[in-house]
């Protein structure tokens, strides 16, 4: 009898290993919105680290986060590093790439709770009423990130704060602009 519930048991760890192994090997997050303003006033919210405060999803989640800036005021160059609650953990973003009204390319690192990496790109594309804003994230997943991506889906676990991020700017940049 233990032999059996020895087998089934083995049987099992390794149904769940091909399964975690055939997960796929990167994520991708993407979200959009139409900005009724000029490319230059959207990229002007996200080219600069000291700015993401008044639209990050994540800044009002702890208000005692300690955060700095370092290398360039904007653009690229520039990191950022935050350490907060449990909520926010602790990380590290680096601008890599930023091309006037056109794109933003980031590196982003965390640190806590989990250590991981991925990359973020806003795109900017003009259109008649506006900008369209893509804000993507991208990153590989280890066995582990596989495994965790069978109980919670990345889309769904950041998509939202996408969002909201996208509705803030949104508001920033349409409230500013000339009447």
Same mark, same amino acid.
């Given at each position: 009898?233990?032999?059996?519930?020895?087998?089934?048991?083995?049987?099992?760890?390794?149904?769940?290993?091909?399964?975690?192994?055939?997960?796929?090997?990167?994520?991708?997050?993407?979200?959009?919105?139409?900005?009724?303003?000029?490319?230059?006033?959207?990229?002007?919210?996200?080219?600069?680290?000291?700015?993401? +405060?008044?639209?990050? *999803?994540? $800044?009002?989640?702890?208000?005692?986060?300690?955060?700095?800036?370092?290398? %360039? &005021?904007?653009? !690229?160059?520039?990191?950022?590093?935050?350490?907060?609650?449990?909520?926010?953990?602790?990380?590290?973003?680096?601008?890599?790439?930023?091309?006037?009204?056109?794109?933003?390319?980031?590196?982003? +690192?965390?640190?806590? *709770?989990? $250590?991981?990496?991925?990359?973020?790109?806003?795109?900017?594309?003009?259109? %008649? &009423?506006?900008? !369209?804003?893509?804000?993507?994230?991208?990153?590989?997943?280890?066995?582990?990130?596989?495994?965790?991506?069978?109980?919670?889906?990345?889309?769904?676990?950041?998509?939202?704060?996408?969002?909201?991020?996208?509705?803030?700017?949104?508001?920033?940049?349409?409230?500013?602009?000339?009447?």
């Amino acid at each position: 009898m233990l032999k059996k519930v020895l087998l089934t048991l083995a049987a099992l760890i390794v149904v769940f290993l091909i399964i975690v192994s055939l997960q796929p090997p990167t994520f991708r997050v993407t979200r959009s919105a139409l900005i009724s303003a000029p490319a230059a006033a959207v990229f002007a919210q996200m080219n600069d680290f000291h700015k993401w +405060e008044d639209w990050s *999803p994540w $800044a009002k989640l702890d208000p005692a986060m300690q955060q700095t800036y370092e290398g %360039a &005021s904007a653009g !690229a160059g520039a990191i950022y590093t935050w350490a907060g609650s449990s909520k926010v953990g602790e990380g590290k973003m680096t601008l890599l790439e930023s091309r006037s009204h056109d794109l933003i390319r980031i590196n982003l +690192e965390f640190l806590k *709770p989990v $250590a991981s990496a991925c990359l973020m790109e806003f795109t900017f594309k003009p259109e %008649a &009423s506006g900008t !369209a804003v893509t804000w993507e994230m991208t990153g590989t997943n280890n066995f582990v990130g596989k495994a965790f991506s069978l109980f919670m889906n990345m889309d769904k676990m950041v998509g939202g704060d996408f969002e909201k991020g996208l509705a803030q700017i949104k508001s920033i940049a349409e409230t500013a602009r000339p009447k």
